[in-house]
C-alpha cells in the first residue's frame, strides 16, 4: 500500500507539469477578446445580434416575395402552343371570320315591324313597312336617317325604297309596296328589307337586313311581325335561270346535233314579272360567227319548253375549233330584244359547259342531255375572246 500511495503522487506530479496541462488553461481567441473590448454587457449583444437576424429574414422574405410577383404574370401569358392541334393553335392566334361576323350580329342593329298579305286570284304580294325601332346610330351625332329598301330575290331588279326619315332612330314608315309573285313560284321567293343610313355626299350606309323566305311563313292570312335586324349579307349574285339540252356528235359525218330541251327560272323581263323567251344557238369556227338557229317564241312564261332540234355540219378537223354559244333572249314587238342569260360550250370552255362538251366527244353518236347555268352575257362575250389554250383527245374515226 506504501508503494502504490507513492506512485499516485508521482503521476499526479507529471500531470500538472505536462503542457497539456498549460494549454487547457490559455487565453480565449480573437472572437472572444473583440467581444471583450465592447463595452456592452452580454444580453445586449444577444438582443442586438437577434434583431439583425430578424432584419436580415425580413429582407429576405420581401426580396423572395417581389420576384415571384413579377414572374407570375409571365407564366400566365405564356401559352403552350406543343400538343394542339392545328385548328386549334390557329383559333388562338387569328379568330374564325364566322366568330367575328357573330360578335358584329350581336350588337343591337334594331329592329322593324312589317307585314304580308298575298292575294291568290291576283297573284299579288303586299309588303308593308310599318316601322322600325331601336335603329343602331350611324352618324357622329348619335342618330341615323334611316330608310327601307325592298325586293325580292327572285327578281332583284325591281326594287322599292321609303322616304327618308331624318335624324331618328326610331323611323315611323306606313308604306306598302305590291309584287307580282305567281304562287307556283311563291316558295322559292325570299323577301329582303334592308335599312340604310341616308347621306348626302357619301355612299349610304346599310345599318341591317331582314330575310325571310315565304317558303317558311302561312301567307294564308294576314302577317304582321317584328324582327330583329341582321348583318347585311354580301350582295347576291343574280339569278338568271338554267337550261336543258343534249349534244350528239358524228366524226365520220361531221354533224353536231343541239337538241334545246326546256328551261326553268328565267329572269323576269316583262313588267307583268313574266318573260318571252326563245333561244339562239350560234355555231363559231375559229372564233368567226359560221351559223346561227333559234327556237320558237314561248309567251308569257318563265318555264318554257321547247323541245327543238338543229344540226350543223362540223368537219372532224375542225371541231377542235368550233363553239356552240347558247343564248335565251326575251322577245319584244315594240322594243329590242334583250338577252336573258348565255353560255357556251367548246374545248375554250370551263366547268360544267367543258365537262358537257369533253362526254360529247369521248361518246360518238351518243345524245347527252345536262342541265346549265345562264350566265351574264357580258361574261360570255369577255370569254369567247380569249385564245384557246386547250385541246382535248378526239376519239378514232
Known amino acids: 500500500m506504501v508503494v502504490a500511495a507513492r506512485k499516485g503522487r508521482a503521476m499526479a506530479s507529471l500531470l500538472t507539469n505536462s503542457p497539456a496541462a498549460i494549454t487547457t488553461t490559455a487565453p480565449p481567441g480573437v472572437l472572444g477578446g473583440w467581444l471583450s473590448r465592447i463595452p456592452l454587457p452580454k444580453w445586449a449583444l444577444i438582443a442586438v445580434t437577434v434583431a439583425v437576424a430578424i432584419l436580415l429574414l425580413l429582407f429576405l422574405i420581401c426580396i423572395i416575395r417581389c420576384c415571384c410577383g413579377k414572374k407570375k404574370p409571365k407564366k400566365k401569358e405564356r401559352v403552350s402552343l406543343y400538343g394542339m392541334s392545328g385548328s386549334t393553335t390557329a383559333s388562338l392566334v387569328q379568330p374564325e371570320m364566322e366568330d367575328l361576323e357573330q360578335g358584329t350580329e350581336q350588337t343591337g ?10 292575294n291568290f286570284l291576283a297573284q ?3 309588303v308593308g313597312v310599318k316601322q322600325a325601332a331601336e335603329l343602331k346610330a350611324m352618324d357622329s351625332g348619335g342618330t341615323s336617317d334611316p330608310y327601307v329598301v325592298v325586293y325580292l330575290t327572285s327578281d332583284t331588279k325591281k326594287k322599292y325604297e321609303t322616304k327618308v326619315y331624318r335624324k331618328t332612330l326610331n323611323p315611323i314608315f306606313n308604306e306598302s309596296f305590291t ?7 311563291v316558295p322559292e321567293s325570299t323577301l329582303v328589307m334592308q335599312i340604310y343610313d341616308f347621306n348626302r355626299f357619301t355612299k349610304h350606309d346599310i345599318i341591317g337586313e331582314v330575310r325571310l323566305p315565304l317558303a317558311s311563313v ?3 292570312h294576314v302577317i304582321e311581325q317584328w324582327s330583329d335586324l341582321a348583318v347585311a349579307s354580301k ?15 358524228i366524226p365520220s359525218t361531221g354533224k353536231l346535233t343541239v337538241l334545246i330541251l326546256e328551261a326553268k327560272k328565267l329572269k323576269r323581263m316583262d313588267s307583268h314579272g313574266l318573260s318571252d323567251p326563245f333561244v339562239k344557238v350560234n355555231l363559231i369556227l375559229n372564233k368567226k360567227k359560221w351559223k346561227k338557229r333559234k327556237t320558237t317564241v314561248k309567251k308569257n312564261t318563265l318555264n318554257p319548253y321547247f323541245n327543238e332540234m338543229f344540226v350543223f355540219e362540223v368537219p372532224f378537223s375542225q371541231i377542235q375549233n368550233a363553239d356552240v354559244v347558247i343564248s335565251v333572249w326575251d322577245h319584244d314587238k315594240v322594243t329590242k330584244n334583250e338577252p336573258i342569260g348565255k353560255l357556251f360550250l367548246g374545248c375554250r370552255a370551263t366547268g ?10 369521248s361518246n360518238p353518236r351518243r345524245p347527252l342531255a345536262q342541265w346549265h347555268n345562264l350566265q351574264p352575257p357580258d361574261v360570255v362575250d ?5 385564245k384557246s389554250q ?6 378514232p374515226r
Open 390 to 395: 386547250l385541246k382535248l383527245p378526239l376519239p
Open 179 to 185: 309584287f307580282q309573285v305567281p304562287q307556283v313560284e
Open 235 to 249: 350582295v347576291e349574285e343574280e339569278q338568271l335561270g338554267e337550261i336543258c339540252f343534249s349534244l350528239r356528235y
Open 382 to 386: 369577255k370569254a369567247l375572246g380569249l
Open 109 to 118: 342593329r334594331g329592329k322593324l315591324q312589317y307585314s304580308l298579305e298575298y
Open 352 to 361: 360544267n359547259q367543258l365537262r358537257h362538251w369533253s362526254d360529247m366527244l
Open 124 to 126: 299579288e304580294l303586299k
Open 218 to 220: 302561312s301567307l294564308q
